[in-house]
């Protein structure tokens, strides 16, 4: 292994090689560990023997030594985009290998694989205070994530309680209210009033003086003629 080498592609194709061999799996940890540098090497120094001889135990603590957990392989098949690529072949071939890597850790079953997509959308699901609860405990199975969530919502109640207010709903206006017109009391309907000095308005509104005549002027005028 060289230092621009990916310890976990290293270690897949090791294992492809073993099997292509026919080499006993027994044989696996002995012949893998001269082959090891940097941190994959520092991994495989780091454990008891009981566990470098047994192959999983050391492909586990090589992977957990690099920072290759399903978790991360998890977030890094959602994360994936084009631009990486830049070729389709490529990024379906990224994608492959990491929902592999992903869900098929451990030499996971058929029903290992359908819990840890349900799992995913199980907690995703979740109020968010109790999701944030579940997720901090890396559960690995279903069965612990629910027990998880059950134990936070009694724990702490009202936290899964949807909000008081929609937020599809618009906020109160906060301009003030408009007064509605008052009332007019019972009685006769009001007579439009007059214009200045007792003078009525025509039709077109306007005002219009007394005919000739009328009126005590009309009278003063008529003596002093007559």
Same mark, same amino acid.
């Given at each position: ?9 290293f270690?897949?194709?090791?294992q ?8 006993p799996?027994? @044989?696996w940890?002995?012949? &893998?560990?001269?082959?090891? +540098? %940097?941190?994959a090497? =520092?991994? $495989? !120094?780091? #454990? ?8 999983d135990d050391l492909?586990?603590a090589?992977?957990?030594?690099v ?6 392989h998890? @977030?890094?098949f959602r994360? &994936?985009e084009?631009?990486? +690529? %830049?070729?389709p072949? =490529?990024? $379906? !071939?990224? #994608?492959?290998?990491e929902?592999r ?6 030499g996971s079953d058929?029903d290992?694989v ?17 999701a ?13 994530a ?10 702490c109640?009202?936290v ?8 599809s709903?618009?906020?109160p206006s906060?301009?003030?209210?408009v ?16 214009g200045r ?17 009328a009126?005590p ?5 008529s003596a002093?003629?007559?």
């Amino acid at each position: 292994m060289g230092p621009e080498d990916d310890p976990e592609a290293f270690v897949d194709l090791f294992q492809k090689a073993a099997e292509a061999c026919g080499w006993p799996r027994a @044989q696996w940890p002995v012949r &893998l560990i001269p082959l090891l +540098s %940097g941190e994959a090497q =520092a991994a $495989a !120094q780091h #454990l008891p023997v009981a566990n470098l001889l047994d192959y999983d135990d050391l492909k586990r603590a090589i992977l957990q030594r690099v920072g290759r957990t399903p978790e991360q392989h998890r @977030q890094r098949f959602r994360s &994936l985009e084009w631009g990486e +690529s %830049g070729r389709p072949f =490529a990024l $379906a !071939q990224q #994608l492959r290998d990491e929902c592999r890597r992903w869900l098929l850790a451990g030499g996971s079953d058929v029903d290992h694989v359908v819990d840890l997509v349900v799992l995913e959308q199980f907690i995703t699901r979740l109020p968010r205070k109790t999701a944030e609860w579940v997720q901090c405990h890396r559960p690995t199975s279903l069965e612990t994530a629910i027990n998880l969530a059950e134990d936070h919502l009694v724990a702490c109640p009202g936290v899964g309680a949807p909000p008081l207010t929609s937020p599809s709903l618009s906020p109160p206006s906060l301009s003030p209210p408009v007064p509605l017109p008052r009332s007019r009391p019972p009685g006769p309907p009001r007579v439009p009033p007059r214009g200045r000095g007792g003078m009525g308005l025509g039709p077109s509104g306007s005002s219009r003086a007394p005919p000739r005549g009328a009126g005590p002027l009309g009278t003063v005028m008529s003596a002093e003629t007559g």
